[in-house]
């Protein structure tokens, strides 16, 4: 065996040891790593010595999806397709009433791969139960969809688990929304879909939710369908893709990092950020091709052979942040404060957006065969570095100037990007105002609207959400069942994120 081989199983025997004996874990959370820790002790998939030099620089980062991928990072099926035909796979048959509809979607939940080993995508809930609802009536249907949002956040205790409701205004998304805020849950992650045709009484309904719990986000459903297209989703954080596709991998650029190696703005745009990207899709490509070529996902998963999934659907994702940093590093100058910051900021993702598109996307047929454009959130050990294209927290200017900066950023990315705001808990007496507010920040570009009061017992980690008093045991030491509360925890002290600025309803340069 030779040495560097036996260097590498001696290292993996001592981390499987670590993980079998760390009691901040539980058993999801060891079975979880374990097989992770399998995964990586094979060598990683092809790449240039440049390309792995961009991830030792700390440059690029594939986000910990492993050496060997074996399934797409993130899957949205069609669940549509799934209630209207049922699962040979499952043996299931289509469900006739809420019973058979809430425990049919349960179930498949159960089967549906991602990175975090839990579906990223619950699906559009509200159109895929309606029927059920308005046959069982209020009082029966109110019951079993508690249980069925306590199930979700008990069998699937991860943040990045996502549902969608709107933009047609039905009584199970008003339902959810009511439950949501009596239940106070963490999970799931959820996206309100809005355009022109949402009724205010139902969007109104889903501010003083987020004004409570921070859900849902606003999502710009007119331009998502321009850009994507009619059958979209939003998973994980904030990830828009279509429905009965999905992303192979999410590979990220960070742009605070490679503006170090130029000499100059120009130096940056003409040489070093090609050069990252170049790599990026170099490295993006080699992942999307083993888990089709080599791990032969399509041919194995019930989901791909029961038409749940097609290759037709997916893409994979190129994530881009530190922006703030990169153009601070460059210019001198403060994006949101210095006009001529964004001038610079958008010639850096036009520059990395063309590069990206110059090359194909290996298997990327659901955008046209090239790799989508993602403002990626961030992770738990960033240390001073923003997320994705925003502002750096504390830095922030008045709203209506970060909407107008933020939303000419927005208009560039394809596959994700969001803006979080935190307003005074008198906001709740005026979700009115706050209405008005993210009807403005869509119109002008704005993506996906996030939002939460100052006071809320949920933090809003980026893309997706903890409860305080879970963080305070998890630093006491308590073993938790959410998979996130612990990257959460991190997230907070490395990335500065309660410095965010507060506004207040009517305050032009709120603080």
Sequence with gaps: MKLETLSRVIRAMNRVYEIITDTSLDYKDKRHLL????????????????????????????????????????????????????????????????????????????????????????????????????????????????MFLVQIDRVLPDGFVHMNIGPKDTRTGRLILKLERELKQAVPNIS?????????????????????????????????????????????????????????????????????????????IRNVLPDAVLAQAEVINARAKFIVEEAKFFETSFLAKEGLISLARFTSMAGYFGLYECIEHLTGLKLGKDKEALYYAEQVLKTAKDTLESVPGAYCYGTGGRIGFHAQSGIDSDIDVT???????????????????????????????????????????????????????????????????????????TGYLVKRTDVLKYEKGEVLREDTVKLGAASIKNNNTEARKVRIIGERNSQ
């Design 35 to 146: 097989a992770a820790e399998a995964e990586n002790s094979l060598p990683y998939v092809k790449i240039s010595e440049k390309a792995q030099q961009y991830f030792s620089q700390g440059i690029l980062c594939d986000l910990f999806e492993g050496h060997a991928p074996y399934r797409p990072r993130y899957i949205l099926p069609d669940y549509q397709k799934f209630m209207e035909k049922g699962s040979e796979y499952l043996n299931l048959k289509p469900p006739q009433d809420l019973f058979e509809a809430v425990n049919a979607l349960l179930i498949i939940y159960r089967y549906v791969p991602s990175i975090t080993s839990y579906p990223v995508y619950l699906g559009q809930v509200d159109e895929h139960l309606e029927p059920f609802v308005l046959a069982a009536g209020e009082e029966l249907s109110e019951k079993l969809l508690k």
């Design 192 to 268: 309100l879909k809005y355009n022109e045709e949402t009724p205010d009484s139902f969007a109104i309904e889903a501010v003083k939710t987020a004004l409570e719990i921070g859900k849902p986000y606003f999502v710009n459903d007119r331009e998502l369908k321009e850009d994507l297209d009619p059958a979209y989703g939003v998973a994980s954080c904030y990830n828009t893709l279509l429905i009965g596709g999905g992303s192979f991998t999410l590979v990220r650029l960070n742009l605070k990092e490679a503006a170090k190696k130029a000499r100059d703005f120009q130096d940056f």
């Design 387 to 461: 997320p994705g294209v925003r502002i750096k927290y504390g830095e922030e200017p008045d709203i209506f100037t970060q909407i107008k900066t933020e939303g000419r950023l927005h208009k560039y990315f394809d596959t994700g990007i969001s803006d979080i705001y935190i307003f005074d808990r008198t906001a709740r007496e005026n979700p009115e105002g706050v209405l008005k507010i993210i009807k403005g920040a869509l119109k002008e570009g704005i993506r996906v609207f996030s939002f939460n009061t100052s006071d809320s017992e949920f933090i809003r980690i």
